[in-house]
């Protein structure tokens, strides 16, 4: 034979030997001997290691492994009897059982989703392979100890990066906001002539599809974006319009004009749920003649995407890219005219943002892409904490409060020979069954409400039932749960003095009932807080809702996809719906006061200030005549668009930008704008949100034109149904091969408020869960309590006790406590809605009369619960307590 | 009685057995699997398949021969008996009932490309 160099690992042989079945261990021996070296051969004698454990591992099997061992043994024996004496427990009190068991599962369920959805959250942009290498470039402005970040840079950095930093392997720009087609269009085949209105377009150069790894389904990366007008298509949209051919090579149209056809170059797998940056359809910047792709150094307008070197330094790049901008670009920005380039040397740098903080954004990078919220993963953390932590203390006071039942036990374990430890695992391993089958019953109510969580957080989330850490966890937490919320009872009931529970001396323990009340506090505390955070978040929500806009949000509906139709047809189109009955205002426009709309921002100044400083930064509108009108918007001073002044070089602008143009009398003073283009104010429009209510009113600079993609109406109608009818068949007769497409104003702008809707309803769910776990835990302490005070009653009513007077007294305590803890949770409810809402405008005001009713629900609902056990208790015949002797 | 239907697993491993002929013990089972179906598995879970599907009376085994990788020890070749044979036939035979039912095969419309 010959002499082998490497051998199994010995520790691993010896394990299977002593667990396997005698009669098995030859032949098992010998397959993995032989599986050992044929590992060797063909990989590594490291792989061959691992893979031996992993055989040996797969081996513990009910069939291969002995029995003898085991049996007879006193442990187990013992074990199978705490197992039976638990389960006894659990039947003899059954509803005492369940409330115990069904609190424990409400919570674990609770805090499963709630680490489901914190898993999702941090799990953003983490799955490429060159992880470490992968960025987002952005703007880095410091000055006086605070630092800005935003993402937009200038087109032509692109070739200045590649040819003068060698750290940097790719560069992408993007188009990710309304510019050119990005965003929606109407798109068909070439050979159909149905225009369908499609989302999730942008630009990109060819390099981002191998900077984020794009997962290519048809076509390569290096190709696929490597042609003018070539265009990359999610999976889910090649089957869409391309189920029954090859989609490369075939061409779309979008918005119906022949000049914007672009042909599929690649099919790419849909981007995954997890990656902040989203899209169906990469449309390429390479070879572009005009629009997204061409702007030069004047304008900001693209997101970079850049891969690194392997081993580059991320922050030796940044001083790179600072030193090529001092060389490269700062001439390019004074030839186009850019003004404060001094201040620009000082406090201007770059900043790389790793691809995986990108969606959480810690950077606080400002950018036009959906954020989670850092803030929110961390108060769901602490909620599902929070929430496991009062199921844990239910439970502990359910055990001891209980103890009275199991104190002869104990005494008499003592007895025949139980020693303390004994006792503590008997505990301890009845509180780890009570936790493992409360966590089945969690796994089942998780599964249940996870579409009605999906829909509330607005994800869609799923079971990782197969995950291979999944089970592991989960008996990880069933062992440490039940360990750590066994512990006090355990060594509680424990302790207990055999002689004295024996004769009965020793009483229900009095000095629980401080640890006791001290956990009831707790309990209603977090919940007050948390009916405090949903009242606060509903009633914000409400404030923006009802706040005075500056526009008219109920009354307009927006028809869409107009930007297939020209301008004629647009104006015939415009006329013809004017005709339909309780339609006032109609306007064709690009701009709408909520999220979703086009942004042109330019810098703005007097003329006569024009190169005294950096100007300011507004909002520039192109609209008609109608559009005030349409939106119910109003002038303070000057005239509307008409006739006369329907010019280009007239604007209007909001009240905000007269004062950050600090005129007396704003109408007719002159503007300039930073590509020297002169406007005459000829009014003021009253300020109105066209941002976040939650921010201020930006400036807005209002220059008449016409617009291409959303028909605006204001319409006064009692039955609107009747109205979108008519409307709908005005389009049908103007445009068949599009769909009627509308929007209500007003629900694009509850849209807007997403995140806030969605945490009052997390709030409210969380709160009502709080209330329940809180109210299960009174209700089985009072139910005992009662039952306690069962003979004192009786002997009361004896004596003459009212029945309310003795509800009172046994109420009182419970209400006490109450109490205690509505006062410790006002202030600290305060103080965390104060930090929660920051320091945003609208703010709604935290006044006593929400935290009044906060606490009076709390109070309301613990008496309720606390009277169901202690009414029965005053109106049971004294008798029935006084007779069982 | 013991349950007398055939798994997916347990199908293709009485198969493999069948296609092994003399060299059908675990180890080799497992590898064959493995290259055949580009799936992983362990030695263990054919072992205990294997063993299921002797209990079940469709194989059965003897100690076969010691050779010197496997360090001198024997194995458990595995042979397929009457009753594993007449399993597989009623499976096929199932599917291929199935298949005929499926209007799309049956016009030979249907295409796997």
Redesign the interface.
């Known amino acids: 034979?010959?002499k082998r160099r490497h051998i199994p690992p010995p520790l691993a042989e010896r394990l299977l030997q002593r667990v396997l079945r005698d009669d098995l261990a030859?032949?098992?021996?010998?397959?993995?001997?032989?599986?050992f070296?044929?590992t060797v051969e063909q990989k590594s004698a490291r792989k061959a290691k691992l893979n031996y454990w992993?055989?040996v591992v797969?081996?513990?099997?009910p069939?291969?492994i002995r029995k003898s061992r085991l049996k007879n043994s006193n442990t187990q024996a013992m074990l199978q009897h705490y197992i039976k004496i638990s389960w006894r427990s659990v039947s003899r009190q059954k509803a005492f059982s369940s409330i115990k068991i069904g609190g424990f599962a409400m919570g674990i369920a609770a805090c499963l989703l709630i680490a489901l959805f914190v898993r999702h959250e941090l799990s953003y942009d983490t799955f490429y392979q060159d992880q470490g290498a992968i960025y987002r470039m952005t703007n880095q402005w410091k000055e006086g100890g605070e630092v800005g970040r935003w993402t937009n840079l200038q087109g032509p950095l692109k070739t200045v990066i590649e040819e003068n930093v060698p750290e940097v392997d790719l560069v992408a720009r993007t188009v990710l906001w309304s510019w050119g087609n990005a965003g929606s269009n109407l798109v068909r085949k070439t050979e159909s002539n149905f225009n369908i209105d499609e989302d999730g377009f942008f630009y990109a150069d060819p390099e981002l599809l191998s900077i984020l790894e794009i997962k290519m389904v048809h076509g390569t990366r290096e190709d696929a974006l490597a042609e003018p007008n070539r265009m990359v298509i999610s999976q889910t949209i090649a089957d869409k319009y391309f189920s029954d051919e090859n989609p490369v090579g075939q061409q779309m149209v979008l918005n119906d004009n022949p000049e914007d056809t672009y042909t599929v170059g690649g099919v790419m797998e849909d981007f995954p749920l997890n990656s902040h940056l989203q899209g169906d359809f990469i449309l390429t910047l390479f070879g572009r003649k005009s629009g997204p792709g061409t702007s030069g150094w004047c304008c900001t307008n693209y997101v970079f995407y850049t891969k690194l070197k392997p081993g580059a330094d991320p922050g030796a790049t940044e001083q790179k890219l600072l030193q090529v901008r001092d060389t490269y670009v700062m001439d390019q920005l004074r030839t186009a005219g850019k003004a404060g380039l001094n201040e620009m040397q000082e406090h201007h740098s770059y900043y790389l943002q790793p691809i995986a903080d990108v969606y959480l954004n810690s950077a606080e990078v400002n950018d036009n892409s959906q954020h989670g919220s850092l803030d929110l993963v961390w108060i769901f953390g602490a909620i599902a904490g929070i929430i496991l932590l009062l199921a844990c203390v239910n439970f502990v006071n359910l055990s001891t409060a209980r103890s009275i039942q199991r104190a002869k036990e104990v005494g008499l374990r003592k007895v025949v020979g139980s020693v303390r430890s004994d006792l503590i695992v008997q505990y301890l391993s009845e509180s780890v069954v009570f936790c493992t089958i409360a966590i089945f019953l969690a796994l089942i109510m998780a599964t249940i409400a996870l579409p009605f969580f999906n829909s509330l957080a607005g994800k869609s989330l799923d079971m990782p039932w197969f995950e291979w850490w999944f089970a592991p966890s989960l008996l990880a937490l069933a062992l440490t749960i039940g360990i750590l919320s066994g512990l006090y009872p355990a060594i509680y009931l424990s302790k207990f003095n055999p002689s004295e529970v024996l004769r009965g001396v020793k009483g229900a323990g009095k000095n629980t009932s401080f640890m006791r009340s001290g956990m009831v506090v707790f309990q209603f505390a977090v919940t007050v807080i948390l009916i405090i955070s949903a009242i606060v978040c509903q009633e914000q929500f409400r404030l923006i809702m009802n706040k005075s806009l500056g526009y008219d949000k109920e009354q307009v509906i927006n028809i869409l996809g107009l930007n297939t139709l020209d301008s004629a047809k647009k104006v015939a189109l415009k006329n013809e719906i004017l005709s339909v009955p309780d339609v006032s205002f109609a306007t064709v426009s690009d701009f709408l006061p909520v999220d979703g709309g086009a942004t042109h921002n330019r810098n703005y100044w007097l003329a006569e200030e024009r190169l005294l400083n950096n100007g300011f930064e507004a909002a520039r509108w192109t609209v008609d005549e109608d559009y005030l009108d349409a939106f119910g918007m109003t002038l303070v001073e000057g005239q509307n668009f008409s006739g006369m002044t329907s010019d280009r070089f007239n604007i209007i602008i909001n009240e905000s930008m007269a004062k950050q143009l600090a005129l007396q009398e704003p109408v007719g003073a002159e503007v300039i704008d930073m590509f020297d283009e002169k406007y005459k104010v000829i009014g003021v429009v009253k300020d109105f949100y066209f941002e976040s209510v939650l921010g201020t009113v930006e400036p807005l600079a209002m220059v008449y034109g016409t617009g291409d993609e959303v028909l605006s109406l204001s319409v006064r109608s009692a039955d609107i149904k009747n109205t979108l009818t008519a409307l709908s068949a005005v389009w049908e007769g103007f445009v068949p091969n599009q769909s009627f497409k509308f929007a209500f104003l007003n629900q694009r702008f509850e849209q807007m408020y997403g995140a806030l809707t969605r945490a009052r309803t997390l709030f409210m769910t969380f709160a009502v869960l709080s209330i329940v776990i809180a109210c299960l835990g009174l209700f089985a302490l009072s139910a005992y309590m009662v039952e306690r005070r069962g003979k004192e009653v009786g002997i009361r009513k004896i004596l003459g006790a009212s029945v309310s007077g003795i509800a009172a007294l046994l109420a009182f305590d419970f209400m006490q406590l109450v109490l205690v803890a509505v006062f410790l949770a006002i202030p600290i409810g305060w103080l965390l809605m104060d930090a929660f809402l920051g320091d945003i405008n609208n703010r709604v005001e935290l006044s006593w009369g929400l935290f009044a009713i906060a606490g009076l629900s709390a109070i309301v609902i613990a008496l309720a619960t606390i009277s169901i056990e202690t009414l029965k208790a005053a109106l049971t015949n004294p008798v029935e307590k006084l007779r069982s002797e | 009685m013991k349950e007398t239907k055939l798994g997916e697993f347990e199908e293709v491993l009485l198969l493999l057995v069948g296609i092994l002929g003399e060299e059908a013990y675990s180890f080799k089972v497992a590898e064959e699997f493995e290259s055949q179906t580009k799936r992983e598995v362990s030695i263990g879970a054919v072992h205990s398949t294997l063993n299921r599907l002797e209990e079940k009376g469709f194989l059965e085994s003897e100690m076969g021969q010691a050779t010197a990788e496997r360090g001198g020890r024997r194995k458990r070749i595995y042979t397929i008996t009457a009753s594993g044979q007449r399993a597989l036939e009623t499976s096929r035979d199932f599917r291929v009932s199935l298949w005929s039912q499926f209007p799309a095969f049956a016009t030979g419309k249907v295409n796997f490309g």
């Not at chain 1, 030859?26 to 599986?35: C, I, P, Q, R």
């Not at chain 1, 797969?58 to 099997?61: A, D, K």
């Open positions: 034979m010959k030859e032949e098992v021996l010998g397959d993995l001997e032989e599986k070296y044929a992993y055989q797969n081996y513990l099997r069939f291969a």
